[in-house]
């Protein structure tokens, strides 16, 4: 079982950068690849980022390519999404996802641990 719990989020205005964090419970958080995902009013959960168990990794949505960049450090069983160049649509709630995989495809396809969220406002 892995529990996840995210951090970081708040309101900031267009342009300018936010950090989530989350921290993974588990001796399996170096084994698994770990993601981000989000949500906004009236909208499907959409997917993010992802990063495989190594690290050495990672995969993007469009849409956040090249503002987003994903990463985590095993030593602390965390992993970060650094949010730049934010936009009035980056508003949602971020998750925090886990899959039984070390492939960063994996959280696309099924994610089998998710965290509670943390609201992210971004203000026109």
């Known amino acids: 079982q892995v529990q996840l719990v995210e951090s970081g989020g708040g309101l900031v205005q267009a342009g300018g950068s936010l950090r989530l964090s989350c921290a993974a419970s588990?001796?399996?958080?170096?084994?698994?690849?770990m993601g981000w995902f989000r949500q906004a009013p009236g909208k499907e959960r959409e997917f993010v980022a992802a990063?495989?168990?190594?690290?050495?990794?990672?995969i993007y949505a469009d849409s956040v390519k090249g503002r987003f960049t994903i990463s985590r450090d095993n030593a602390k069983n965390m992993v970060y999404l650094q949010m730049n160049r934010l936009k009035p649509e980056d508003t949602a709630v971020y998750y925090c996802?886990?899959?039984?995989?070390?492939?960063?495809?994996?959280?696309?396809?099924?994610?089998?641990?998710w965290g509670q969220g943390t609201q992210v406002t971004v203000s026109s």
């Open positions: 588990g001796r399996t958080f170096s084994m698994y690849a």
């Open positions: 996802a886990s899959a039984r995989s070390s492939s960063a495809q994996a959280i696309r396809v099924k994610s089998d641990y």
């Open positions: 990063v495989s168990a190594s690290g050495s990794s990672t």
